[in-house]
């Protein structure tokens, strides 16, 4: 928890760099001097060397934390002549990316970066240090400059950083409020954000692990499916912690999903990641928060870090809504070289939906090489799926108020989202476990009285009902 620090308040530092061509009504400060190339090049260098081969060591050098070995060798190539390339730019600020060193990006990448010259890739990269860096003018400059190109691809990418940069320029400057010399970082809201290791209904069922659960061996593909993005979701400015509502609860409950299917594999150990927003010490509490970009590469890095045993993969995506219409983007990256692999796409009305969510929720099952596990619970894919990720979301809610991380007053109206569920819970057992670890939460909190449904007939079902007490 407490990562994703761009998007918490802090003061504004100078721009170290700016990009070579483009203009803006917002001049970044002068190009700070670069570092002087080592006066003794690496073991690795030479007249013959080739320029994959010094981006491999560089490479190297990187993942053995040896940044300064790194940077004479980039330092080396860019001004050697092959600092106009392409290739070598992308190669250079996507690997210093991926290890975290965004501040070295913007050092040695926005003075030589021409978007004419070298296209949209190493600028997205720029793009992404300057907003992990909270630098918002020279973040402005470089989307100026890369809405320029005219790319119809890169435009719902160019319009989510658009929203995250406006959110940044949103956020004031600390300075001048709380205790003389306090650190105006210390006391700013901050974002942080819950692993779901198993299928949200199953916690409050941990004596039928060994029933419900399937059993997980040898080597484990480790996946995160991340909270969605919302671009261009418009918050109630009246109310700063509004309840959960559809767009937020399907953010999250899209995720809970997948991450629910794959636990459902004997290949695969995912987690669902879903995020809160802190308030500063003294405020009001907690409360659901909704992304307005994409995750960044040092976003995933940091799940990446903070996740205790490792991914091999992550799952972002940005969700979008119009006029009854929606529209569903996923990415798959490869946590390995933090590299985008595959896209999906999908779009439906209300009365589309469950056809485009079973489409989208195959092709990922697909591509990733899911299968199903076998357990004394045989797990089956949803044949409503927009309900179910309604339960999900209902689930996810009340355990993060039964667990104190949110207030209940962020819900959806409890009595409603337990009747539709109950309405479900004949579907199947998974439906049956659900209703009944949302009643008993529900009940448990004093957050709506109990409800009777039918459920689905199984000695399984039977056997969680009299766990739970009824």
Not at 94 to 116: F, K, N, Q, T
Not at 139 to 158: C, G, K, S, T, Y
Not at 269 to 290: D, K, L, S, Y
Request: net charge negative; glycine share 6%.
């Amino acid at each position: 928890m407490g990562f994703f620090d761009r998007f918490a308040i802090r003061k504004q530092e100078p721009v170290p760099g700016a990009p070579a061509n483009g203009t803006s009504a917002s001049a970044p400060a002068p190009v700070s001097p670069a570092p002087e190339p080592a006066a003794t090049p690496p073991a690795t260098a030479g007249a013959g060397a080739s320029v994959k081969s010094r981006l491999a060591a560089a490479r190297e050098k990187l993942a053995a934390r040896d940044l300064p070995a790194a940077m004479a060798i980039y330092e080396e190539l860019v001004a050697g002549g092959t600092g106009d390339r392409a290739d070598v730019l992308v190669a250079i600020s996507g690997d210093l990316g991926s290890h975290g060193h965004v501040a070295e990006i913007i050092e040695l990448i926005a003075p030589r970066y021409d978007a004419d010259r070298h296209g949209p890739a190493t600028g997205l990269n720029l793009l992404q240090a300057y907003l992990a860096l909270r630098h918002a003018d020279a973040a402005q400059h470089v989307l100026d400059i890369l809405f320029a190109l005219n790319r119809p691809e890169l435009e719902d990418r160019l319009h989510g950083f658009s929203n995250a940069i406006a959110e940044l320029l949103a956020t004031p400057d600390q300075i001048g409020h709380g205790p003389a010399g306090a650190d105006p970082a210390a006391d700013a809201p901050k974002i942080g954000l819950i692993s779901v290791s198993k299928p949200i209904w199953f916690y409050g069922l941990e004596p039928h692990a060994a029933q419900i659960l399937p059993p997980k061996e040898n080597r484990l593909r480790r996946i995160a499916f991340a909270q969605l993005a919302l671009p261009g979701h418009v918050a109630d400015e009246k109310n700063p912690r509004p309840p959960e509502d559809e767009l937020g609860r399907l953010s999250r409950g899209i995720p809970l999903w997948f991450a629910e299917t794959f636990y459902f594999s004997p290949s695969y150990a995912p987690v669902a990641a879903v995020a809160f927003r802190t308030p500063p010490a003294g405020q009001a509490e907690n409360h659901h928060v909704a992304f307005s970009a994409e995750w960044t590469t040092e976003n995933l890095r940091q799940l990446v870090e903070t996740s205790g045993e490792g991914l091999d993969f992550i799952v972002t995506g940005a969700l979008r809504a119009a006029a009854g219409d929606y529209e569903l983007l996923l990415r798959v990256w490869e946590v390995k070289t933090f590299r985008e692999r595959k896209t999906f796409n999908a779009r439906w009305t209300p009365a589309t939906a469950d056809a485009a969510l079973a489409k989208i929720h195959a092709e990922v099952r697909a591509y990733m090489e899911w299968s199903p596990a076998s357990a004394a619970f045989a797990y089956t894919i949803p044949a409503q799926p927009r309900a179910w990720i309604d339960t999900l979301g209902a689930s996810l809610g009340l355990f993060l108020v039964e667990k104190t991380i949110l207030p209940a007053d962020q819900l959806a109206p409890v009595d409603e989202d337990l009747r539709q569920v109950a309405g479900r819970a004949a579907q199947s057992e998974a439906a049956s476990f659900a209703f009944l670890t949302l009643r008993s939460r529900a009940v448990k909190l004093g957050l709506a009285a109990s409800l009777d449904a039918v459920l689905a007939r199984s000695p399984l079902v039977n056997t969680a009902k009299a766990t739970l007490g009824d």
